[in-house]
Each structure stands twice: as structure tokens, then as C-alpha cells.
């Protein structure tokens, strides 16, 4: 069975730092993972994936992820906070087997950005 | 130019009611899905359609019955609704099941 677990409920950075947001997966298979960020009263917007290709994935807004497959984890970064980055960010997998196709998330992580 | 559009955006009613949520999509996706994202912002999936047969059902009680009447739409209809149904559901489609999902900006369901 696949599973998520984002290591932290809320992160809180100052404008200008860096971001890490942190995930470890758990899969039989190589797995497809994914962030999404959601905005307050928003639905789910995909910031990048990874699916099997380059371990380092670039996604939008200048946010990447590192697949290390010795570590099963899929962190996001960024190296310079926005105040427009404050949002809740989702680290998700994909099932494989009978559910093919179903997204397996994650509790979130909350991230916050102080002036 | 809305990719998902879900209707309506907040719904407010009492404890027995039957409502639906409507979903639509004009991305030409094979595949939509409704999520249900509860109180501690914890998202699972219910349900999803491919080319109008029930792919996956995951287990949510038989009052919630997910209805297609295109490739293009997925509505969401329930019965009898309960204190334990209010949340945020989210309505997605993907191009298929391996691709990424594209989601709605919600609907908050609140029973009183």
C-alpha cells in the first residue's frame, strides 16, 4: 500500500528565506508523487510531479522537489519565500493496484510567511 | 474559462435534506473524481468516473451516489444528509487515470 506523511503541521518562514516543506513516502512500487498547494477557500492547484524521470523536479512559482529514493523522500523547496506562498501544501502519491489513478494525500502542511 | 467548475459554492441545510453538488468540466478529460476534504483539511477521495462507469467507490455510505450523465460532468446527489457531511467537497478530472487531476475551488456543505 502507498502512503504520504508530511513530517510537519505548520511551517513558518520570514519573507525572503528559504522554504522546505518535508515528505516521506511509502510505496511497493516506484511511485508517481505529486505537491499541490491549496489557497484559503480555494480547490487544489498542482505545483509538480515526479514520475520516475529526473529526480529533481521543477514545478511553478519557482518551487522544486527531490526524489531520493534511499531517504523515500520528496521534499519541496524554494529558496526564497513569498508573502502569495502563505497556503496549505498537500504531499501526495498515487495508488496503484485495484484504485489506479486515486490520489493518496497527505495531512498538509500549513506554511505561513512573516514580514 | 473556468477548467472545473463546481455548483454551488457554499450550500446550507438542515439535517435530512437530499442535495446535489454539481460538476463540470470542459478540459476533455476521460476521468472526474469527488473528494471530500473534512474539518482538519484531510482530503479522500469518493468516487470517480471514467467515460461514465464507476471506477473507483471507495467506502462512503450508499446515501452518497455519484451521477454522469456526460464525460463532461459528474454530479454529486445525497440523501438523508447528516451532521457528519458537512465538510468541503471537491470535485477533479484528469486526461486519464495515470495523468494529473485538476481540481474545482470546492463546495462548503454546512448542515444545521
Known amino acids: 500500500a502507498q502512503s504520504v506523511t508530511q513530517l510537519d503541521s505548520h511551517v513558518s518562514v520570514s519573507e525572503g528565506t528559504p522554504v522546505l516543506l518535508r515528505c516521506n513516502y511509502s510505496s511497493s512500487y516506484s511511485p508517481s508523487l505529486f505537491w499541490y498547494v491549496q489557497h484559503p477557500n480555494k480547490g487544489l492547484q498542482l505545483l509538480l510531479k515526479y514520475t520516475s524521470a529526473a529526480t529533481l523536479v521543477k514545478g511553478i512559482n519557482g518551487f522544486e522537489a527531490e526524489f531520493k529514493k534511499s531517504e523515500t523522500s520528496f521534499h519541496l523547496t524554494k529558496p526564497s519565500a513569498h508573502m502569495s506562498d502563505a497556503a496549505e501544501y498537500f504531499c501526495v502519491v498515487r495508488q496503484y493496484g485495484g484504485s489506479q489513478g486515486n490520489l493518496i494525500f497527505g495531512k498538509g502542511t500549513k506554511l505561513s510567511v512573516k514580514p | 474559462d473556468t477548467a472545473v467548475s463546481q455548483t454551488p459554492k457554499y450550500l446550507v441545510t438542515q439535517m435530512g435534506n437530499d442535495k446535489s453538488i454539481k460538476c463540470e468540466q470542459n478540459?476533455?478529460?476521460?476521468?472526474m473524481y469527488w473528494y471530500k476534504q473534512d474539518s482538519k483539511k484531510f482530503l479522500k477521495i469518493m468516487f470517480s468516473?471514467?467515460?461514465?462507469?464507476?471506477?473507483i467507490n471507495e467506502t462512503v455510505p450508499n446515501r452518497f451516489s455519484p451521477k454522469s450523465p456526460d464525460k463532461a460532468h459528474l454530479n454529486l446527489h445525497i440523501n438523508s444528509l447528516e451532521l457528519g457531511d458537512s465538510a468541503v467537497y471537491f470535485c477533479a478530472s484528469s486526461l486519464s487515470g495515470d495523468q494529473p487531476q485538476h481540481f474545482g475551488d470546492g463546495t462548503r456543505l454546512s448542515i444545521l
Open positions: 468516473y471514467n467515460n461514465k462507469e464507476l471506477i
Open positions: 478540459l476533455g478529460h476521460d476521468t
